[in-house]
């Protein structure tokens, strides 16, 4: 589902469509960083906002549970809006360590630190 979803959506601002690469998704037994995924989460949304309803899609929706699933792990200092570069509000997990060098596309599960990463 997510794959199609950002593939629709990349068609949709290209206005051309080449044959889709085929898509195996590589699983892992790893604990995976909440603040990874936040960010991972963070840049698919980014990708599939080309379409008019991104909104309406089930990718969206399933996308929005993860996301507040990864949040209610973090602690509540983790939460609270602060000021980003741009001056815009953003959740304090946003300027921290483990965002910053959480990848925003992954090519490899080895780039993304898994949960006991404290840096």
């Known amino acids: 589902m997510l794959w199609a979803q950002g593939c629709i959506s ?18 892992t037994e790893d604990c995976l960083h909440p603040v990874t ?13 080309e379409l008019p309803d991104w909104q309406d899609t089930p990718a969206h929706a399933w996308c929005r549970r993860l996301s507040e699933a990864v949040e209610s792990s973090l602690p509540a200092s983790a939460l609270p809006p602060v ?8 959740p304090a997990y946003q300027r921290g360590t483990v965002y910053e ?19």
């Open 101 to 119: 060098r959480s990848p925003w596309t992954v090519s490899s599960n080895e780039e993304i630190p898994l949960a006991d990463d404290r840096a």
């Open 10 to 27: 990349v068609v949709y601002r290209d206005g051309e469509c080449e044959e889709l690469p085929d898509y195996s998704p590589t699983a």
């Open 37 to 49: 995924i936040a960010k991972v989460i963070a840049c698919y949304l980014y990708q599939i906002t």
């Open 83 to 90: 000021h980003d570069v741009d001056d815009s509000a953003v």
